[in-house]
């Protein structure tokens, strides 16, 4: 009967000798019997026919849990990057925050008049009025570039969806309002959010400065 020494199985199965052993300690392959000399692994003829049948049912198994592995890898690769998606998008829409919230400040001081900003938590939306005469009705504020009445709704703008406004703080009200000086009737907060992602803006009271944690 012929004997196989283990780089001798190893190339007839067409695995490296490391692979091999490791298949066996795994118990994918059975464990091979030794010489009693000096320990040596040694494989007869039908070792080496019952192994390869093994590897034919097997390698399918092998190659599904490889698979498993590389989409695990590539999952926890695809989680950051989706996080990073979600933080620059927050903070995109905080810039149109700001920049909005700046812009109804410089209306109130050029037309002499109060202007507001009514944050919306229910409906993820705000809106900036006028109030050109004390005590008179409040009309909505021009976008500089759209012309339209300046308002966000978060839930259908294509840009910015995807935000929600968790709460507006401004002296227990949700409404931020400016006097004909561009001061706030009270300082205060909104908090947005966006896949656990969290941004809070903050009007300073009396010099209004904003400022985004």
């Not at 040596?40 to 498993?68: A, C, H, N, P």
């Not at 998008?89 to 008049?113: C, E, P, W």
């Not at 706030?184 to 009271?205: I, L």
Request: glycine share 8%; with cysteine; net charge positive.
């Amino acid at each position: 009967m012929k004997i196989y020494k283990i780089a001798q199985v190893a190339q007839k199965l067409g695995i490296s000798k490391q692979t091999l052993v490791r298949y066996e300690k795994k118990g994918i392959l059975p464990k091979s019997p030794r010489n009693h000399i000096n320990s040596w692994r040694q494989y007869s003829e039908e070792d080496v026919r019952k192994m390869k049948v093994i590897l034919r049912k097997g390698f399918t198994l092998i190659e599904v849990v490889m698979v498993l592995v590389i989409v695990g890898i590539l999952a926890a690769l695809a989680v950051p990057r989706f996080d990073s998606f979600y933080a620059i998008k927050l903070d995109g829409s905080m810039k149109k925050v700001v920049s909005d919230i700046r812009y109804s400040q410089l209306t109130a001081v050029s037309r002499h008049g109060n202007c507001r900003i009514i944050f919306n938590s229910a409906s993820d939306t705000y809106t900036a009025e006028e109030q050109l005469v004390l005590g008179g009705p409040w009309s909505g504020i021009k976008d500089p570039f759209t012309r339209a009445n300046l308002t966000i709704n978060f839930r259908t703008d294509p840009q910015y969806k995807g935000i929600d406004i968790v709460n507006a703080n401004f002296n227990s009200t949700n409404i931020l309002q400016f006097d004909w000086q561009g001061v706030p009737q009270s300082g205060g907060n909104v908090t947005f959010n966006c896949q656990g992602n969290t941004r809070v803006v903050t009007v300073a009271q009396n010099t209004g400065r904003v400022r985004v944690q």
